[in-house]
């Protein structure tokens, strides 16, 4: 791949989809901030080049450009001293300069073309790479706040699941049975008093007409 694909694809990249899908966001972000950086650096050297490249060509072109000229006015000199053969081979040298000086003027707008372009990337990525640190703190708290999120839904979850709510509802029958054992407990403990307590009373009145009726017949030694 190269240098320029790579850049495009590190622009076009969405960076909230890279770090919903990440298994480490916080892992994920970093590195594409480095990719980024790397990227950016290298893109900064291939402008640097592409210029000193296109100044070189521009320099060629020059060259050959002057160089025609010279051999041009040569020739018109050839001719004033009619000096045909000189005219001649001056004619051909400015020729192969002119050629020289077209072939370098395509190759000095071709350089152009490339370091427009290059500048280009160059902008989008310090752009995005901007927007990358930019976004970082903000997408990680995003992240971090869709974990615990999705940890208190699964703890509601967890508390509504329906096995664990029955268990419950067991435990709180069990446990009211037991109170209802208890106070039945009570109340038969309670009951058999009373009863007791009940024949007792009837006994000593039973006992106290008794020795009314003895009393009432003379019955009772003195």
């Not at 001293?81 to 190759?107: I, M, V």
């Not at 372009?117 to 903000?138: I, N, P, W, Y």
């Not at 009211?176 to 008093?193: G, N």
């Not at 009145?205 to 009726?213: A, D, G, M, Q």
């Amino acid at each position: 791949m190269g240098l320029l694909e790579r850049v495009s694809t590190l622009i076009r990249a969405n960076l909230n989809d890279m770090v919903d899908r990440a298994e480490d966001p916080e892992k994920m972000i970093k590195q594409v901030i480095v990719d980024m950086e790397n990227q950016y650096l290298q893109v900064k050297t291939q402008v640097a080049v592409s210029i000193a490249d296109q100044h070189m060509l521009e320099k060629k072109f020059r060259e050959n450009d002057e160089a025609g000229k010279d051999w041009m006015r040569k020739a018109q000199i050839a001719v004033d001293k009619t000096q045909d053969d000189l005219a001649r081979a001056a004619l051909d040298r400015f020729q192969t300069s002119q050629r020289l000086a077209q072939s370098y003027r395509e190759q000095v707008d071709d350089q152009k073309l490339q370091v427009e372009t290059l500048k280009g990337a160059l902008v989008k990525l310090e752009q995005k790479l901007e927007e990358a640190k930019s976004k970082r703190d903000m997408l990680l708290a995003r992240h971090r706040r869709s974990l615990a999120l999705g940890k208190a839904a699964r703890a509601q979850s967890a508390l509504g699941d329906q096995s664990k709510s029955a268990a419950f509802d067991r435990l709180k029958d069990r446990v009211h049975h037991t109170e209802a054992v208890a106070s039945a407990e009570v109340e038969l403990v309670t009951d058999d008093m009373g009863e007791r307590l009940t024949r007792l009373d009837r006994d000593t009145e039973v006992e106290r007409l008794l020795t009314e009726l003895k009393n009432r017949k003379g019955l009772l030694q003195a």
